[in-house]
């Protein structure tokens, strides 16, 4: 079996875990935080938003801080988010599975990687729930089939960027393999400025429908439990593509002076299925 020390122990639980309950009471909540920090000048706009924070809202009722909408609650949630990121990222142990030679920059990556991780859980008790509700007490939900999807768009958003520090998105290497080093840093050169070229440009040219028409005016999915999940997942597409952006840029520095491993398609890695049985604590 594998110690503390290898894997990280139950802090590589409890602060994923913490961090999405925050980040999901956040975000549930952004409809006080809009109306506090950013009020529609809109008088119909104001009581759109305000309608949907004392329809939706766990505790509408409970008194806002400061003489405004978002409540103690709400507050100590939004502290409380970095606070759990920084704690995950220091405590976060590099698997045997997982790219060795990371650096002090890519904790946060890999602190997202664990989220992910606690999303996917997440997101598996929800549709096992579901399950039962619907076939065994043939009562079914009407919110774990959209949950289900805005826990999954997250899930696809954040894998990404994870991938991108591991260094394990796919890729057509037939050229890049056979090509002297010097040419394969300009390929990495190239395909960087591609990355940034092409989320800078998105961003550029999407920030106003994203975070004006959907965000601000907090657009909802439309159905019975109704999610912000245009609202919310359309503006954490931009955010993903900025942080894998500046990944790719850490990824291109970091890789700069190193050999990249080159195995053959027909060669059976030996070392990683090594690194396989470690993790699962097979020797």
């Given at each position: 079996?594998?110690s503390?020390?290898?894997?990280?122990?139950?802090?590589?639980?409890?602060?994923?875990?913490?961090?999405?309950?925050?980040?999901?009471?956040?975000?549930?909540?952004?409809?006080?935080?809009?109306?506090?920090?950013?009020?529609?000048?809109?008088?119909?706009?104001?009581?759109?938003?305000?309608?949907?924070?004392?329809r939706?809202?766990?505790?509408?009722?409970?008194?806002?801080?400061?003489?405004?909408?978002?409540?103690?609650?709400?507050?100590?949630?939004?502290?409380?988010?970095?606070?759990?990121?920084?704690l995950?990222?220091?405590?976060?142990?590099?698997?045997?599975?997982?790219?060795?030679?990371?650096?002090r920059?890519?904790?946060?990556a890999?602190?997202?990687?664990?989220?992910?991780?606690?999303?996917?859980?997440?997101?598996?008790?929800?549709?096992?729930?579901?399950?039962?509700?619907?076939?065994?007490?043939?009562?079914?939900t009407?919110?774990?089939?959209?949950?289900?999807?805005?826990?999954?768009?997250?899930?696809?958003?954040?894998?990404?960027?994870?991938?991108?520090?591991?260094?394990?998105?796919?890729?057509?290497?037939?050229?890049?393999?056979?090509v002297?080093?010097?040419?394969?840093k300009?390929?990495?050169?190239?395909?960087?400025?591609?990355?940034?070229?092409?989320?800078?440009?998105?961003?550029?040219?999407?920030?106003?429908?994203?975070?004006?028409?959907?965000?601000?005016?907090?657009?909802?999915?439309?159905?019975?439990?109704?999610?912000?999940?245009?609202?919310?997942?359309?503006?954490?597409i931009?955010?993903?593509?900025?942080?894998?952006?500046?990944?790719?840029?850490?990824?291109?520095?970091?890789?700069?002076?190193?050999?990249?491993?080159?195995?053959?398609?027909?060669?059976?890695?030996?070392?990683?299925?090594?690194?396989?049985?470690?993790?699962?604590?097979?020797?």
């Amino acid at each position: 079996m594998m110690s503390d020390a290898q894997t990280g122990g139950l802090k590589e639980w409890i602060y994923p875990s913490a961090f999405l309950i925050c980040a999901g009471w956040v975000v549930w909540h952004i409809p006080a935080f809009i109306l506090d920090w950013f009020r529609p000048e809109s008088e119909s706009l104001f009581l759109q938003i305000s309608e949907l924070h004392m329809r939706k809202g766990v505790l509408p009722n409970l008194g806002g801080l400061f003489g405004g909408f978002a409540n103690v609650i709400d507050w100590v949630a939004l502290i409380l988010i970095p606070v759990f990121a920084y704690l995950g990222s220091r405590s976060v142990v590099v698997a045997p599975m997982e790219f060795e030679r990371w650096r002090r920059w890519d904790r946060f990556a890999l602190f997202i990687g664990r989220a992910t991780m606690m999303m996917i859980l997440a997101m598996t008790c929800v549709m096992l729930f579901e399950v039962f509700m619907r076939y065994a007490v043939e009562k079914p939900t009407k919110w774990a089939n959209e949950l289900t999807l805005w826990i999954a768009g997250f899930v696809f958003l954040c894998s990404g960027f994870y991938a991108m520090q591991q260094r394990c998105h796919i890729r057509i290497s037939i050229l890049y393999d056979v090509v002297p080093r010097p040419i394969r840093k300009l390929f990495d050169v190239l395909s960087t400025l591609m990355i940034v070229t092409f989320s800078v440009g998105l961003v550029f040219g999407s920030y106003k429908q994203v975070f004006i028409n959907k965000l601000y005016r907090w657009e909802m999915f439309g159905t019975a439990f109704d999610p912000p999940i245009p609202a919310t997942i359309q503006p954490m597409i931009l955010i993903i593509l900025m942080l894998i952006s500046v990944q790719a840029i850490a990824n291109l520095i970091a890789d700069w002076h190193l050999d990249p491993e080159f195995y053959s398609h027909d060669e059976i890695d030996e070392d990683e299925i090594a690194a396989i049985k470690r993790s699962i604590g097979v020797e």
